[in-house]
């Protein structure tokens, strides 16, 4: 079932051969690779002692860093940059428990930049460490947070950027930080989002041209929405889902210059797409991925692929398959999508039948007139013809006198009926 919480990568090098890192219960991280026929091989153990607690990058150099918490809740880090697996501590637990510190990791060119969430006085804190060339630095307190749930990612130009939730004595903020370019500090807090109801599951993705889109979800009065802006213009929100329904977990994926947002329901994946940077979206549809969805985060290397990193529903289906990279199956959605769907098509289809039956009804009314003025023209018909037969059956019944006289048969001597019956004449004698 689709959990951001238990999320697993699928990295894909510049050769394009795809990786696949998650969390094993008993063998801890483990990294295995996709063959040319696609099936993965045994899976190689990165460090026995992590918990499901990790985040991945490939870098533009095809160089694995990871992320991870291990089992007495220290932060540790490790890559493959001299050819080898390494691992770093950095930062030391307290106490010697794990627990969630919804961890995540950006790599530069020069630079790792770890997030993590700690807890301090009841609150949390959004905390962020880095690496610059081997040196790692001091533990920076961002902000306190009453949501552990934030987003942290890079745009095209290198710089890092973090989402986050925080509230004060009378509304909930969605929070917007840019990070210095020498990773001190981070930018004044920009609100680009207040509400009194609460907000959760953030989700955001920066595209090709440089636009970062953000989704997230409000809930309150017993109803749930999920609201969509664009940074280039926080003041306007668009709201792509909202019911009393529990909408399920929300997210963002841009993939060919495509922005598609989709919510996903126990095994079931609805879907809205924008093709002009988030201006317009179509009606939610269903994608049809199959059974057995997961959560992956998904970034590629590879120069045939426009996918910028972000989380994303997939399963194991021959390897492993993504939702929204099949043209062909979200054309398919659309052309056997009936127009009933939402409720102006529901009004645009009703009215369509009224007309249907309009012309139905004046094409049978038409039908009628032609069958009344055929029958009209049959009863004058028949009257015409019964006073004709009238006229012809009185002048064969009487006839003029003139002609009477004509056609009076001759008379035959002796008894008629005798002559009948013997055959003979009898003359009478006069």
Avoid at 49 to 73: E, P
Avoid at 128 to 147: C, F, H, W
Avoid at 212 to 237: A, D, M
Avoid at 311 to 340: M, W
Wanted: aromatic share 12%; glycine share 6%.
């Amino acid at each position: 079932m689709y959990n951001p919480e238990y999320r697993q990568y699928i990295l894909k090098n510049s050769l394009g051969i795809s990786y696949h890192v998650y969390f094993e219960e008993g063998r801890g991280l483990c990294i295995r690779m996709l063959s040319d026929s696609r099936i993965w091989s045994r899976g190689y153990v990165l460090d026995k002692s992590a918990i499901n607690d990790f985040s991945v990058i490939l870098d533009k150099n095809d160089i694995f860093h990871f992320f991870y918490q291990t089992r007495d809740g220290n932060l540790m880090y490790g890559h493959g940059m001299h050819g080898q697996i390494e691992t770093r501590p950095v930062l030391n637990s307290r106490e010697p428990v794990p627990w969630p510190k919804h961890i995540s990791l950006l790599v530069l060119d020069n630079a790792s930049v770890f997030f993590y969430v700690l807890r301090h006085q009841n609150r949390h804190i959004i905390s962020m460490q880095s690496v610059i060339e081997g040196k790692l630095s001091r533990p920076i307190a961002i902000d306190y947070t009453d949501n552990t749930c934030y987003c942290s990612f890079c745009d095209g130009n290198g710089k890092c950027h973090l989402i986050y939730i925080t509230s004060d004595n009378s509304k909930n903020h969605l929070v917007h930080k840019v990070l210095n370019d020498d990773f001190s500090a981070f930018s004044i807090s920009e609100r680009i989002f207040s509400t009194e109801r609460k907000i959760n599951r953030v989700s955001a993705v920066c595209t090709e041209a440089g636009k970062i889109h953000v989704v997230f979800e409000t809930h309150g009065n017993e109803l749930f929405e999920i609201l969509y802006l664009n940074l280039s213009n926080p003041e306007k929100t668009e709201t792509l889902y909202k019911s009393r329904e529990v909408p399920g977990c929300p997210g963002l994926v841009s993939n060919g210059g495509m922005l598609y947002f989709f919510r996903t329901l126990n095994e079931d994946i609805f879907f809205r797409c924008s093709e002009n940077n988030g201006l317009s979206w179509s009606d939610e549809a269903q994608y049809p991925l199959g059974g057995n969805i997961v959560c992956f985060f998904y970034m590629s290397n590879s120069r045939d692929e426009n996918v910028f990193p972000g989380e994303i529903p997939g399963n194991f289906t021959r390897g492993y398959q993504l939702a929204f990279f099949s043209e062909e199956k979200i054309k398919s959605v659309y052309e056997r999508k009936t127009p009933s769907s939402t409720e102006n098509d529901l009004l645009s289809e009703l009215e369509r039948k009224i007309k249907q039956l309009q012309n139905q009804t004046d094409n049978i009314q038409k039908e009628f007139t032609k069958l009344w003025l055929t029958q009209k023209n049959f009863e004058r018909r028949l009257e015409y013809l019964n006073r004709l037969y009238e006229e012809i059956h009185n002048m064969f019944q009487y006839p003029p006198a003139a002609e009477s006289n004509k056609n009076t048969p001759p008379e035959f001597p002796g008894n008629i009926q005798e002559t009948a019956q013997t055959g003979e004449i009898n003359h009478e004698e006069e």
